[in-house]
């Protein structure tokens, strides 16, 4: 595209998304208020739990878990999940009370939380890795997107965070609302729903998107675009969206809390040694995608992205299911978000404790419950609740 930025009908409608993504276009406030009037009347312990989920692979343990009929197992009431467009919708639905469990953005929960002030918490992680940044196929390095636009799912995302990280490595500096610049070295972010970026790639628009696959498969599979990196090659193992559950359902329907934890934790075992299974588990009845472009997404092997892995032994091209929640990880990402340039009210960061955050905003005891009730740590490749976070950007 030219050094002139992405249209504005485009730039219009990715402000309109970042504007739902940080409570700007909500009427937070009153928003909050109405989930909390839901919750004084929720239905008790027979009201079905409701699913909402985005078409992208990071949502496979929630929809393996209702496929396979584990929430039945778990005597766990479940209506059929339900498919949003965007982070926007989903986060709005969540926050509103009209779905009561998702897969979320990480930093979109520390949003919701601290930015909010939101009933909600986080139970576990519901995948690691699984990312990309997808760009041109005439972008060969990083430094070619000097004077492109770069879109991300969203301001409050682990793809925004990174992908700062490394265009800063470069000597690029991210910016917002204002035309990329070669010459000053610039790259011009922006939020854009998933299922629009590729053919924002196709058309010019951007230079390039980072994102959860299978939107990176489909840009290879369609000759759009080429995996330039593995999100997982720069932040080794890192938790991409989390299970998260809304306090009512914690606090006032635990056994239905811990009976779907139990569930997808049984189903995230059964995908990460089931991969191509899963794929045609998901291509059938829940994502848009065809059946080859998520299974690729799925099983992508090392030796057929060698220039995408800087760090061969992470394996950060492998998408993979490990439950536990790290808490320093959410250290790390705090301290990360306080450093990353976003188009959106931050103030919630400011003097944000990590060691806090992680201990107000996840709970991680039902799910290690259900680890051990799915035959242990070793299942999943723990080897402890304790780690040092790697980044190489």
């Known amino acids: ?53 985005l078409p992208i692979t990071d949502a496979t343990p929630l929809l393996v878990a209702h496929a396979h009929g584990y929430y039945d197992d778990a005597a766990v009431p479940v209506a059929d999940p339900v498919l949003f467009r965007s982070w926007a919708s989903l986060s709005e639905a969540f926050v509103a009370g009209k779905v009561d469990a998702i897969h979320m953005l990480m930093p979109m929960g520390l949003y919701m939380r601290y930015g909010l ?12 890795n699984g990312s990309s940044l997808t760009v041109r196929p005439d972008v060969e390095r990083l430094e070619d997107l000097a004077g492109e636009s770069v879109a991300i799912p969203a301001w409050w995302s682990v793809h925004n965070v990174i992908v700062q990280k490394m265009l800063r490595e470069k000597g690029l500096t991210p910016v917002m609302r204002e035309a990329p610049s070669a010459g000053r070295r ?25 994102v959860a696959d299978p939107f990176n498969a489909a840009a290879e599979a369609r000759d759009v675009g080429t ?12 938790a991409c969206c989390v299970t998260m559950l809304r306090g009512e359902l914690i606090r006032n329907r635990p056994e239905q809390a811990a009976g779907f934890m139990d569930a997808l934790v049984r189903a995230q075992a059964w995908a990460r040694t089931n991969r191509p299974e899963t794929a045609a588990l998901l291509a059938a ?47 790390e990402l ?48 723990l080897t402890g609740t304790t780690r040092t976070e790697e980044i190489r950007p």
Do not use: C, K
């Open 1 to 53: 595209m030219s050094a002139a930025g992405p249209s504005r009908r485009v730039l219009l409608r990715a402000g309109a998304g970042a504007a739902a993504l940080t409570g700007l276009g909500w009427g937070a406030g009153s928003l909050y208020a109405g989930a909390q009037r839901e919750t004084r009347g929720a239905g008790g312990p027979s009201r079905p739990v409701r699913i909402g989920y």
């Open 117 to 128: 002030g939101a009933d909600v918490r986080i139970t576990a992680w519901n995948h690691i």
């Open 186 to 210: 610039t790259v011009a972010l922006f939020p854009m729903a998933p299922s629009d970026m590729l053919p924002a790639l196709n058309n010019g628009v951007i230079g390039g998107y980072v």
């Open 227 to 238: 995996i330039h990196r593995f999100l997982g090659d720069v932040w080794r193992d890192h």
């Open 285 to 331: 009845d829940y994502l848009p995608q065809p059946r080859p472009v998520i299974q690729t997404a799925l099983t992508y092997h090392a030796a057929q992205h060698r220039d995408a892995l800087e760090n061969p032994a992470w394996h950060g091209e492998r998408l993979d299911f490990r439950p536990y929640p790290y808490a320093s990880f959410t250290e």
């Open 334 to 381: 705090v301290r990360s978000m306080q450093e990353t340039v976003v188009d959106a009210p931050a103030g919630f960061l400011a003097g944000l404790d990590p060691a806090t955050a992680h201990r107000e905003l996840v709970d991680d005891t039902l799910v290690t419950r259900s680890i051990e009730r799915a035959g242990g740590p070793g299942v999943f490749g």
